[in-house]
Every structure is written in C-alpha cells, then in structure tokens.
C-alpha cells in the first residue's frame, strides 16, 4: 500500500524555538495532505488542511502564525511550531491521499511525530 | 459544520465476546470511512462505505452503513487481542472535502 513518511518521529526542543516537522508521500502523488494533533487518549484534531502550490486552509481556532505550512511539492509537506511554547507539545500527525483518487479516496497517514516542549 | 459523533469512547471486553461502536452523523455523508490506531501507532485505514445500506465485512469485523447514510457501526465477533486498539470513523459530506473525524471507540481486550 501506499506510504506516508513522517520525521522526525521524536523531537524535544526548548521553550521559543521553532520545529519543523515534515511529510511526504513515498509513492504517490498528493495535492492535498493534513495535519492532526492529537492528545493522549483522545481524538484527531484536525489542524490544517495542506495544499500543493497554495495557501495552507486553517480549522478554526487554529494559529495560522503558529502553525507555518508550506506544501511546496506534490510529494512534501512541511508543519513548523514557531515559537514552540510547552502547551504546543503533542503527538502530530500528517496523512495524504492519493491525487488519483479524488476527495473520495483513503487516507494515508503518517507515523506521527511527538513533540515535546521544555 | 458537520459533525459525527462515535460511542461507546471507551469499552473493555474478554477475549471471544463481541464488540460495537457506532458512528452518527449531523448530516449526511456522501461516504464514511473507518481507522484502526493501535496504541502508539498511527491511524490505518480499514474500509471505505458509500452506498446506502451497505455492509461489508472482513474476516471478523463488519462494517454497516445506515439507509439514511447517516450513521455507521463496526462489530467485531469474537474479539481477540490482536484488535486492541483505537476505531475511528470519519464521515465526508459531498460539500466538503475533508472527512470529519469522530473521537474515537478505544477498545480493550482482556485475554
């Protein structure tokens, strides 16, 4: 099946720095990829929705200033924690679908990445 | 915005007894699909709903799709500790193109 790769899988970083987190699809072709973050025990929450060659769409209440997302390829997205504050820390996740198969196609996801701000 | 809404959050089962967690939709879903996250893992997509009433089915679990297309439900027969995990359903409304997750069904299974 398809393959999302996700890195770093782990990253500890200090309070104000910046992370970036990226995502890409392997063997496939994504116009579109999202990002999630979730919380221990809990649901994905939706934080972005990542588009090849345009501005990032934001859920809200997410800070688009926090939350840098550049989708320069049809194959890489990138998440960035500006800032990075210890509220930020949380599991990040990433998924893709395939160009090929619409808005109705499965989800890819990525092995997630957990962020922990000191 | 649409929302689903997933129960039970939370269930914990003996080896060989059943399982179920139910999928409702404030709208509805032009498809719904369903996720596995083993604890942790990341999400794995297991099957994908669209016609009205539908059911299929693997191996032992079976998936359901209402008549209304707004509610789904996934039950696994004879539980086994291999499906331990978190069972996620995540709707799409034909206006949207993100698929709107539901919080989750985290399944325990004692041996």
């Known amino acids: 099946g398809a393959v999302v790769s996700q890195h770093p899988s782990w990253v500890i970083c200090k309070s104000g720095t910046s992370v970036k987190i990226e995502c890409r699809s392997l063997?496939?072709?994504?116009?579109?990829m999202f990002w999630y973050r979730q919380f221990p025990k809990q649901s994905l929450m939706l934080m972005a929705t990542?588009?090849?060659?345009?501005?990032?769409?934001?859920e809200q209440g997410v800070e688009k200033d926090k939350f840098l997302i550049n989708h320069a390829s049809l194959t890489l997205s990138t998440l960035t924690v500006t800032s990075a504050h210890p509220e930020d820390s949380s599991f990040y996740i990433c998924s893709a679908r395939d160009r090929g198969t619409g808005f109705a196609g499965e989800l890819f996801f990525g092995e997630g990445s957990r962020l922990t701000v000191l | 915005g649409q929302q689903v809404m997933q129960i039970p959050q939370y269930q914990h089962v003996q080896e060989g007894e059943d399982f179920t967690t139910y999928c409702n939709s404030s709208?509805?879903?032009?498809?719904i699909q369903w996720y596995k996250q083993r604890p942790g893992g990341h999400p794995v997509f297991l099957i994908q709903l669209v016609k009205s009433g539908e059911v299929k089915k693997q191996k032992r679990l079976t998936f359901q799709f209402g008549e209304a297309k707004k509610n789904s439900s996934l039950h696994i027969t004879a539980t086994q500790t291999t499906d331990v995990g978190t069972y996620f359903c995540a709707g799409k409304n034909s206006g949207y193109s993100t698929l709107t997750f539901g919080k989750g069904t985290m399944l325990l299974v004692s041996p």
């Open positions: 990542s588009n090849e060659g345009s501005k990032a769409t934001y």
């Open positions: 709208t509805t879903l032009s498809n």
């Open positions: 063997d496939f072709q994504a116009t579109t």
